[in-house]
């Protein structure tokens, strides 16, 4: 089925069965202590993630193409959130359309034709020059660096960064023929081997998330960084990442490593997932929000849930091409 | 034109606008009267129609938005405002200098004012916006008359305020792609016009609910 093999099916079987317990769970804390906040946003989280688990599952089958566009869909949305948020003005709002209407669909056009020289230069060259010269013949020059420097931001996190998850599909031809020959493959030519590089780090990263949560909130007691999250601990974060990097390993059968390498790149997806999620709180902080919004009940906004995924997928993807290919 | 595509066209409004609509508690269902004259901020083309969006389907087919003659009165924008969102035209200054002038001082020409309470007889809702011209979208301009004369009118009718935030960032004045931006539709306690208030108290009450409510929810705070 598309990209998903006899493999991926028995693992996206497996994060089932989890969410099943996970469910039940949520269900009996309910009946025992009552009905209050934390379990109600406990339930409406695991019920996001049963509609995000189909969801990649549903593209994944149905093939490349449709996996890119809703990473296409998802920068889009997280890039709605994140200009919502962002001091711009009107007189940036010609350049606005640029970023939204225009460069995201150009980049992931070049994603798509797995046309790799060009995905990789194309925002951090030419967006990066052309948008503030765009802004520039606007004329508005009050707080012109901040803006700029936003806007170059956002599309970096939200398009550029996101979009290194749905990259790591066309890794596998580079892996097999070399990476001349994987320029310009067809779409979908990396097979269930590629779903199965995703799928890796989805599961590592989200799994990290969601059992740093778990750790946090059971054990945790020291903050990282109190003054930007009060969540994040040492004992979730220690916890969290050592045990995400364990399922990391348990997992190395999905992918080309040895148990080690898939250890140590669960590490550094985990360790920079964590970064990302650390970034965007100071980011939600300073401009006085809880979340980036509501689109994921239980969750918050797209980059709420994407915000480990941000700085997680860029460094494994490149881990992935510079040893294995 | 059919339910059924009136609640899909209401439901791509308030998805690309990205619209979270609130009542004012904060709570995500706005307890709303049957009939009411709503009047919100002013900063975009988009503001009547996500308010119109926002209302429940009871609600939306009796809420008639009123636009501007001068400019939503000709051609096709005639036909989309009055087909699809069943608006009610007004002369926004009249032809005389003698009218511009008493509109610009906060009282209405007295024919719209007259059109807008026999919409209200006939029991619709109305949408207007007291400015009345869009802003940008950072403070609210003075209000006209013509919000105190309708609620005037008939003080049965609520007064309802509705705040609009970052609607003049998705489509400001002036430009003609909209970009998609997160926004806020709160529909505040109504107001109603006490039997000792003139015109002035009631026009700053009025507007005060409103800038109040934008500061709370506008969320980019050192914006310049």
């Known amino acids: ?325 | 034109m059919p339910p059924l595509a009136r609640r899909a066209l209401a439901r791509t409004i308030s998805g690309f606008a990205g619209a979270r609509v609130m009542g004012a508690d904060g709570g995500s269902d706005p307890q709303l009267p049957d009939q009411a004259i709503y009047y919100a901020n002013h900063s975009s083309h988009l503001d009547f129609l996500t308010i119109w969006a926002a209302l429940p389907a009871e609600l939306q087919h009796r809420a008639r938005p009123v636009a501007a003659k001068d400019y939503w009165g000709t051609g096709v924008r005639k036909a989309v405002v009055e087909r699809v969102f069943n608006a009610y035209l007004v002369d926004r200054h009249g032809s005389s200098s003698t009218r511009r002038r008493e509109s610009d001082s906060g009282v209405s020409p007295k024919g719209q004012i007259a059109g807008m309470t026999e919409v209200l007889d006939a029991g619709d809702s109305l949408i207007i916006f007291p400015e009345g011209t869009r802003g940008d979208g950072e403070s609210i301009a003075e209000f006209h008359g013509g919000l105190y004369r309708l609620a005037q009118h008939n003080p049965e009718i609520p007064v309802v305020p509705v705040t609009l935030a970052n609607m003049g960032r998705i489509l400001p004045k002036g430009e003609f792609v909209p970009v998609p931006h997160l926004s806020t539709v709160v529909f505040c306690d109504p107001i109603h016009p006490k039997p000792d208030e003139d015109r002035q108290s009631f026009l700053t009450r009025a507007r005060d609910v409103l800038v109040k409510c934008l500061a709370e929810h506008q969320r980019r705070e050192d914006a310049q």
């Open chain 1, 1 to 325: 089925m598309g990209l998903l093999d006899e493999t991926a099916l028995w693992l996206l079987g497996g994060v089932v069965v989890i969410l099943v317990i996970a469910s039940t769970t949520a269900w009996l804390l309910g009946r025992k202590l009552g009905v209050t906040s934390t379990i109600t946003n406990l339930k409406q989280r695991i019920n996001a993630w049963w509609l995000m688990v189909a969801l990649i599952g549903a593209v994944l089958a149905a093939g490349e193409t449709v996996t890119v566009l809703l990473f296409l869909v998802l920068s889009l949305l997280a890039l709605r959130e994140f200009i919502t948020i962002s001091p711009t003005g009107r007189g940036d709002h010609k350049v606005l359309v640029w970023l939204v209407f225009i460069i995201p669909a150009v980049h992931y056009w070049f994603l798509w034709e797995h046309w790799y020289g060009m995905f990789s230069v194309f925002i951090p060259v030419y967006a990066f020059l052309f948008l503030p010269a765009r802004n520039a013949l606007a004329g508005q020059t009050k707080g012109f660096l901040q803006r700029s420097a936003t806007i170059q931001w956002a599309l970096m996190v939200c398009v550029y960064a996101i979009s290194h998850a749905p990259a790591l599909l066309q890794l596998p031809v580079a892996m097999e023929l070399g990476r001349e020959a994987a320029e310009g493959s067809s779409p979908g030519s990396g097979g269930a081997t590629g779903a199965h590089l995703l799928l890796f780090l989805l599961i590592v990263v989200q799994g990290s998330d969601v059992l740093q949560y778990i750790w946090g909130k059971t054990l945790g007691k020291h903050p990282i960084a109190p003054s930007v999250s009060p969540n994040k601990t040492w004992e979730g974060f220690i916890g969290g990442v050592l045990s995400a990097t364990a399922l990391g390993a348990a997992l190395w059968w999905l992918t080309p490593f040895s148990p080690l390498v898939a250890a140590a790149f669960a590490l550094v997806s985990c360790v920079m997932g964590f970064a990302g999620g650390l970034v965007m709180s100071a980011i939600k902080r300073d401009r006085g929000i809880k979340d980036f919004g509501s689109t994921i009940p239980g969750h918050g906004g797209i980059m709420d849930r994407l915000d480990s995924l941000c700085f997680a997928a860029p460094v494994f993807f490149h881990l992935v091409r510079f040893f294995y290919t």
